[in-house]
C-alpha cells in the first residue's frame, strides 16, 4: 500500500510469472486476495473508475486521492494479467474500467495522456470523491440509498476519521465494498444479476451529479515515459479484451509522441502547452 520504490502492480507481475512456471498455488492466491482488496477497497474510484496513487492503511480503505497516470497503466495491465490467469471477469472489468477512466479524463485532444488528476479541490483533500448518507438518498432516494450505503459502508457516523490537515470537516464517507456483490446481494435476498443492474444504474446516477463538483487539478504535462506505459497497457487490453477503441487510442498516443516529441532523432521527455523539451 505505500509510496515505495516497488509497486505491488510489480511485485504481482513477478509472483504470476512465476506461478506460470512453477504452478505454486500460493503465489496466484495471494495476486487473488490483493486484486479483489485493490477493486474492492476506497483506493478504487467506485464511481468514476481509476486507482488512486496508494493506500495510506492496510485495508485499502484510505488512499491519497491522486491519480497519477502511471498507476492506471500497471495497474490495469496487472489486472488483465489477473484475468488470465484466474478466469475471474471481474478483473477484466476493473482493467476496462480504469481504461474508460484514462480516456475519458487523462487524454489530451492530439491523443497524449496527460500526467495527473490531483488529490484535492476546493483546498481540501478528497472531498471531489466522499459522500454523507444525505447526500447518496437526494441522488437515489430513500430505498435504493440505504441499500446504496449498506453496500458501499455509508454511515451517519463516516468511515473516515482524519480530522487534521487538509480533510474537508464532519463526517465523510470513502466508498468500498466490504462484501463481494454476489455475497451481498445474497444477504440482501437479491437476484445477483439484478443487484448487478442495480449497481450500474446507481453508478451513473452518482457519476452525474458528482460531476457537477469542483473537480481536483490537472497535472495536463505529457511524459514520454508514462505515455509508453499506458500505450503498452492499451494495446495489451485492446487484445485480451477484443477492443478496437483501446488500439485505436493506444495508436494515437504513439502517433503523437512521434509526431511531436522527437529531436534530430531522439524523443523528448515532456510535452506542455504545444512545446515538448528535455531529451
Same mark, same amino acid.
Given at each position: 500500500?505505500?509510496?515505495?520504490?516497488? /509497486?505491488?502492480?510489480?511485485?504481482?507481475?513477478?509472483?504470476?510469472?512465476?506461478?506460470?512456471?512453477?504452478?505454486?498455488?500460493?503465489?496466484?492466491?495471494?495476486?487473488?486476495?490483493?486484486?479483489?482488496?485493490?477493486?474492492?477497497?476506497?483506493?478504487?474510484?467506485?464511481?468514476?473508475?481509476?486507482?488512486?496513487?496508494?493506500?495510506?492503511?492496510?485495508?485499502?480503505?484510505? @488512499?491519497?486521492?491522486?491519480?497519477? *497516470?502511471?498507476?492506471?497503466?500497471?495497474?490495469?495491465?496487472?489486472?488483465?494479467?489477473?484475468?488470465?490467469?484466474?478466469?475471474?471477469?471481474?478483473?477484466?472489468?476493473?482493467?476496462?474500467?480504469?481504461?474508460?477512466?484514462?480516456?475519458?479524463?487523462?487524454?489530451? /485532444?492530439?491523443?497524449?495522456?496527460?500526467?495527473?488528476?490531483?488529490?484535492?479541490?476546493?483546498? *481540501?483533500?478528497?472531498?471531489?470523491?466522499?459522500?454523507?448518507?444525505? #447526500?447518496?438518498?437526494?441522488?437515489?432516494?430513500?430505498? #435504493?440509498?440505504?441499500?446504496?450505503?449498506?453496500?458501499?459502508?455509508?454511515?451517519?457516523?463516516?468511515?473516515?476519521?482524519?480530522?487534521?490537515?487538509?480533510?474537508?470537516?464532519? /463526517?465523510?464517507?470513502?466508498?468500498?465494498?466490504?462484501? @463481494?456483490?454476489?455475497?451481498?446481494?445474497?444477504?440482501?435476498?437479491?437476484?445477483?444479476?439484478?443487484?448487478?443492474?442495480?449497481?450500474?444504474?446507481?453508478? #451513473?446516477?452518482?457519476?452525474?451529479?458528482?460531476?457537477?463538483?469542483? /473537480?481536483?487539478? *490537472?497535472?495536463?504535462?505529457?511524459?514520454?515515459?508514462?505515455?509508453?506505459?499506458?500505450?503498452?497497457?492499451?494495446?495489451?487490453?485492446?487484445?485480451? *479484451?477484443?477492443?478496437?477503441?483501446?488500439?485505436?487510442?493506444?495508436?494515437?498516443?504513439?502517433?503523437?509522441?512521434?509526431?511531436?516529441?522527437?529531436?534530430?532523432?531522439?524523443?523528448?521527455?515532456?510535452?506542455?502547452?504545444?512545446?515538448?523539451?528535455?531529451?
Amino acid at each position: 500500500g505505500g509510496n515505495n520504490k516497488f /509497486p505491488p502492480s510489480m511485485a504481482m507481475d513477478l509472483m504470476l510469472r512465476v506461478h506460470r512456471r512453477t504452478a505454486k498455488a500460493e503465489l496466484s492466491e495471494a495476486v487473488d486476495v490483493t486484486l479483489d482488496h485493490m477493486a474492492r477497497g476506497g483506493i478504487y474510484d467506485h464511481v468514476g473508475g481509476g486507482i488512486c496513487r496508494y493506500s495510506t492503511d492496510t485495508d485499502w480503505l484510505v @488512499p491519497h486521492f491522486e491519480k497519477m *497516470l502511471y498507476d492506471q497503466a500497471m495497474v490495469s495491465a496487472i489486472y488483465l494479467d489477473g484475468y488470465l490467469a484466474l478466469k475471474k471477469p471481474e478483473y477484466a472489468a476493473v482493467a476496462r474500467d480504469i481504461f474508460d477512466y484514462v480516456l475519458d479524463d487523462l487524454r489530451s /485532444p492530439e491523443g497524449g495522456f496527460y500526467s495527473s488528476r490531483d488529490a484535492d479541490s476546493e483546498g *481540501l483533500e478528497g472531498k471531489f470523491y466522499i459522500w454523507t448518507v444525505p #447526500e447518496v438518498i437526494a441522488v437515489l432516494g430513500e430505498e #435504493e440509498g440505504r441499500l446504496f450505503c449498506k453496500y458501499y459502508d455509508v454511515t451517519d457516523r463516516g468511515n473516515w476519521f482524519e480530522r487534521m490537515g487538509h480533510a474537508p470537516a464532519g /463526517p465523510k464517507n470513502i466508498l468500498h465494498i466490504p462484501k @463481494p456483490s454476489e455475497e451481498f446481494a445474497k444477504s440482501q435476498s437479491l437476484e445477483v444479476e439484478e443487484f448487478k443492474k442495480k449497481l450500474a444504474i446507481w453508478r #451513473e446516477k452518482m457519476r452525474s451529479v458528482r460531476s457537477k463538483r469542483v /473537480p481536483p487539478g *490537472l497535472d495536463d504535462k505529457i511524459l514520454t515515459d508514462w505515455n509508453g506505459l499506458m500505450i503498452a497497457s492499451l494495446a495489451k487490453g485492446a487484445a485480451i *479484451l477484443d477492443e478496437p477503441k483501446y488500439a485505436r487510442a493506444a495508436a494515437q498516443a504513439a502517433d503523437f509522441i512521434l509526431a511531436k516529441m522527437q529531436k534530430e532523432g531522439r524523443l523528448l521527455r515532456t510535452y506542455r502547452a504545444g512545446q515538448a523539451r528535455l531529451t
